[in-house]
């Protein structure tokens, strides 16, 4: 099978993990150009992977000069619908960082341009690929814990990137909540309704905008999913992955993101008592599979390939991205939101 041309757009650091990637499947994957605006951030990749391509400071001159199957776009948030809008009018699909887009309007315009250009828009949501999650998933999918009425994860770490997460307005809502919200959604499947969320800068804070946030999501399913999370919160830590507790009508569900997940459900064989004994159950996590930007990479590579939906389609990741701008509304507002349902509706 032929390999994917790749022009790469945006060579900060997250660049790396997707260059990596490249690197390790060369045999599927040819980079045929890097593009960003800062010339030596892309020199420097270039050196770094020894990737003797063409270098552009201009996407559209790359798309032009430079025949190409894919762009995968890493550019800054505010920079790219301009980028994805680029690439899908000349005929390429697109595989995105997130979030999908800097605004819902933005999100929607995007969803719109690929489909009218019968183009491919797919989002990196790495973190849907963690083997535990996924075992997690799993474990609530058998029914051990019966029928999910609540899911709350807890978000808590203090890093200090420096740069332009430190000037938005929203840096943990926009910048990080997107990953919750999008694992939450793998969890429960079908779509968040509603959202209530408060988000403020707590004392202390080294970011501008609102570092802290909680959050209020109902279901279309029947279930609360309840967020709290924080980017300037430095001591006792949670997980990158956040620490989950699903709760059901049989039990309760636990993952604190770095250990194997397990279940708790009630022994209905056990004598009545006012706290009723419970059996544990560990979920069984795959062996060896490697998660994060690698398995994202391999799922939304195989589904280009096979012209299957990928999990992370832009037309499903804008629930997530729906989630995003709906609390950032909300918080705003300092109202109920309910969200959209489609392509054309909005929060």
């Keep these: 099978m032929?390999?994917?041309?790749?022009?790469?757009?945006?060579?900060?650091?997250?660049?790396?993990?997707?260059?990596?990637?490249?690197?390790?499947?060369?045999k599927d994957v040819e980079i045929v150009a890097l593009v960003d605006v800062v010339l030596q951030s892309a020199q420097a990749r270039a050196a770094e992977f020894q990737l003797a391509v063409p270098i552009f400071q201009d996407v559209q001159q790359a798309l032009i000069e430079v025949p190409a199957d894919l762009l995968w776009d890493i550019t800054l948030p505010e920079s790219r619908e301009a980028v994805v809008t680029s690439a899908l009018e000349h005929g390429l699909d697109v595989f995105s960082e997130k979030p999908m887009?800097?605004?819902?309007?933005?999100?929607?315009?995007?969803?719109?341009?690929?489909?009218?250009?019968?183009?491919?828009l797919l989002v990196m949501q790495n973190r849907r690929y963690h083997p535990k999650l996924r075992a997690f998933?799993?474990?609530?999918?058998?029914?051990?814990?019966?029928?999910?009425?609540?899911?709350?994860?807890?978000?808590?770490?203090?890093?200090?990137?420096?740069?332009?997460?430190?000037?938005?307005?929203?840096?943990?809502l926009l910048d990080m909540a997107i990953h919750t919200f999008d694992q939450a959604r793998f969890l429960l499947g079908g779509r968040a309704k509603s959202v209530y969320c408060h988000a403020y800068n707590p004392p202390g804070s080294w970011y501008q905008g609102h570092a802290s946030a909680i959050a209020i999501f109902t279901w279309d399913n029947g279930a609360v999913f309840e967020y709290r999370g924080s980017w300037a919160a430095e001591g006792c830590p949670t997980s990158w992955?956040?620490?989950?507790?699903?709760?059901?009508?049989?039990?309760?569900?636990?993952?604190?993101?770095?250990?194997?997940?397990?279940?708790e459900t009630v022994d209905e064989a056990a004598s009545p008592s006012?706290?009723?004994?419970?059996?544990?159950?560990?979920?069984?996590?795959?062996?060896?599979?490697?998660?994060?930007?690698?398995?994202a990479l391999d799922a939304m590579m195989s589904s280009w390939r096979s012209n299957r939906p990928a999990e992370t389609e832009a037309k499903d990741n804008i629930q997530s991205l729906a989630m995003v701008f709906g609390?950032?509304?909300?918080?705003?507002?300092?109202?109920?939101?309910?969200?959209?349902?489609g392509l054309d509706q909005r929060p």
Excluded: N
């Excluded at 029914?143 to 890093?159: C, E, H, K, N, S």
């Excluded at 544990?280 to 690698?294: I, K, Q």
């Design 2 to 26: 032929q390999r994917a041309r790749v022009i790469v757009a945006g060579l900060g650091g997250m660049s790396r993990e997707w260059l990596k990637y490249a690197t390790s499947h060369a």
């Design 101 to 120: 887009a800097d605004s819902w309007q933005a999100a929607r315009r995007l969803q719109e341009r690929a489909r009218d250009c019968g183009r491919r």
């Design 327 to 341: 609390a950032i509304e909300s918080a705003r507002l300092g109202q109920k939101i309910f969200l959209p349902d």
């Design 274 to 295: 006012f706290i009723r004994k419970t059996d544990r159950t560990w979920a069984v996590v795959e062996d060896g599979v490697l998660g994060g930007h690698a398995r």
């Design 137 to 172: 998933r799993h474990l609530l999918q058998e029914g051990r814990i019966g029928q999910v009425g609540m899911v709350a994860a807890d978000f808590f770490l203090g890093p200090h990137f420096g740069g332009f997460r430190d000037a938005m307005d929203e840096p943990l």
């Design 241 to 263: 992955e956040a620490d989950w507790r699903v709760v059901g009508s049989r039990g309760t569900a636990r993952w604190d993101g770095e250990g194997v997940p397990y279940a």
